[in-house]
């Protein structure tokens, strides 16, 4: 049995990271690309990468500083495409290491922001987007980071638009209520089971 790779996304403040938790409470290996991320930029090799391209200014104590970097990057696409490229590959192969690691399951979920910007979504079986109405988006992340609704908007402009990944997406979660969102991963889980 060859275990399935099932991506997983959804634009900022989609609820994606609720439906992530809501399939691992169902017994599904997940493996969040977020999370990894996070840690890989503080490995030796990777903090290394980062100081050469982007110099002392992004790190605090020696460590980078992902507030100073989110900051340098989600204003300038070259500079975001710049870092995707350090941390990326090595989140791709950590992500195989996992997958072996989890051979016994029918299938996995991979969730990641940028599944469709990063290009990865074409190492994927299936893909599932979170979807919830704009509005709802901003005011969720407003809420959750305590920001303003002009720095929910700027992280918005680097992520493809839903219909883009609409496009490219095998199913669809809308994610405007968590029950009726858990009935809908519920049916996915079944038919992917199949």
Request: with cysteine; glycine share 4%.
């Amino acid at each position: 049995m060859i275990t399935k790779i099932i991506g997983l996304t959804g634009g900022i403040g989609s609820g994606k990271s609720t439906i992530a938790a809501y399939f691992a409470s169902k017994g599904v290996p997940v493996y969040i690309a977020d999370d990894e991320a996070k840690k890989i930029l503080y490995m030796p090799e990777a903090s290394a990468e980062v100081r050469q391209a982007f110099g002392e200014n992004v790190f605090t104590d020696g460590q980078p500083d992902r507030k100073k970097l989110s900051e340098l990057v989600f204003n300038d696409p070259e500079k975001l495409k710049q870092l995707n490229a350090i941390i990326h590959p090595k989140v791709n192969h950590h992500f195989k290491e996992w997958v072996k690691q989890h051979s016994t399951a029918p299938f996995v979920i991979k969730e990641a922001a940028i599944l469709f910007e990063s290009g990865s979504y074409k190492s994927c079986d299936a893909i599932i987007l979170v979807t919830a109405p704009k509005e709802l988006r901003i005011k969720r992340v407003m809420e959750r980071d305590n920001v303003s609704r002009e720095n929910v908007l700027a992280r918005m402009a680097n992520q493809w638009e839903d219909e883009r990944k609409e496009a490219l997406s095998n199913y669809i979660i809308n994610n405007e209520s968590l029950d009726f969102a858990k009935k809908q991963a519920d049916n996915i889980i079944n038919i992917i089971n199949l």
